[in-house]
């Protein structure tokens, strides 16, 4: 039995509250996982799974985050989950930036349920990820219950237009039209991560398409996508993305020489 069809016996066995079986449902064919109380994987789906793959190809079941993001990363999901286990409350659309491995790493909309086992007692959580795309997305899912996160569009649409360019967060508060001070507490309150967090992680998804192409020497990238210098660029890459600009790199050309290798064996 493979470890696809391993974990999906163990979820057979676990449940998962009437009020959010809609959220199972309907995400069921997007990456989707279950971890138990220790925040260890006891099932994935291959759409997951292929998020993940490139360092531990053969085993997940088992693992933690602590295996496959930095610490700081890890640490912030364990303590989520944790407010799930001892709240049994959900989370749904938490807006989060996911340096997957499989997939160009992005922004993502996550959601996580509680689940139980035969006994009813909690035991994990379901989760389940979709994509964020632009500002809109925010205001769908959050203007009834977050009306104020709207008072933020100006500081996306001027992030998004000028993160080649320095950017002080009183910028971003001049036209937002508020104080410093109240834009900074707003921000981090609706989003869930600092103005500065937000923009940085903006230029590395930025970054990513033209490492990608290889257009451009690494020190050229750094600088059209708004950091400081090479060094700059590098460390704060390595941060949320686990390597090095260098070794992206060549990580994305062995992808692409795979594939090419799979469309041509599919072609003849």
Sequence with gaps: MNELDK????????????????????????????????????????????????????????YTDYDFFRKKVAHSYRQIDEYIFESGKPLLNQLEFIPSLGYRANWYFSHKVPIHDKSNMICGLFGTFDSYCNFDDLLIRFEDTQPKIKTLKPAFDYIKAHYQERIAIAQLAEVCEMAERTFYRRFKKNILLTPQNYLQIHRIIESLKLLSERSYPIAKIAQECGFVDHSNFTKAFKRHMRTTPKRYIQRTERQQAMRDRLDKQNNH
Excluded: M, W
């Excluded at 676990?14 to 989707?32: G, H, M, S």
């Excluded at 260890?40 to 799974?49: D, G, K, P, S, V």
């Design 7 to 62: 974990s999906t016996e163990v979820l057979k066995n676990l449940t998962v509250q009437e009020a959010y079986k809609d959220i199972v449902y309907n995400y069921r064919f997007k990456p989707c996982f279950a971890k138990n109380l220790k925040g260890e994987f006891i099932y994935l789906n291959e759409a997951f799974r292929d998020t993940l793959t490139s360092d531990h190809p053969d085993c997940i079941l088992g």
